[in-house]
Nanobody, 116 residues
Framework: VQLVESGGGLVQSGGSLRLSCAVSGDIFSINRMGWYRQAPGKQRELVATITSSGTTNYGDSVKGRFTISRDNTKTTVYLQLNSLKVEDTAVYYC???????????WGQGTQVTVSS
């Protein structure tokens, strides 16, 4: 499974961005996709996940502001970031979990910087 993120950039506080994660390889083995982020000096944290059945889950800090979705072919996963705050600044990583091993795959990350 290969994951390639795109869509990061510099945005002002209150603005919006949409991140994309292109998925290739054995996509039929994927049972959950997600977005995580890591700010300098902090641990990587959950942003949002979506299962193969469409169930979503969000980190507390982004609930109501961010939305995870995917296209019908399940080869692209999106993260819509609205009402961005300076504290949302981080490298955002796409993640895929496969069955039956529960092995995790990661993309290379895309930088999101929110200015005040």
């Amino acid at each position: 499974v290969q994951l390639v993120e795109s869509g990061g950039g510099l945005v002002q506080s209150g603005g919006s961005l949409r991140l994309s994660c292109a998925v290739s390889g054995d996509i039929f083995s994927i049972n959950r996709m997600g977005w995580y982020r890591q700010a300098p000096g902090k641990q990587r944290e959950l942003v949002a996940t979506i299962t193969s059945s469409g169930t979503t889950n969000y980190g507390d800090s982004v609930k109501g502001r961010f939305t995870i979705s995917r296209d019908n072919t399940k080869t692209t996963v999106y993260l819509q970031l609205n009402s961005l705050k300076v504290e949302d600044t981080a490298v955002y990583y796409c993640n895929a979990r496969v069955v039956p091993t529960a092995m995790l795959y990661w993309g290379q990350g895309t930088q999101v910087t929110v200015s005040s």
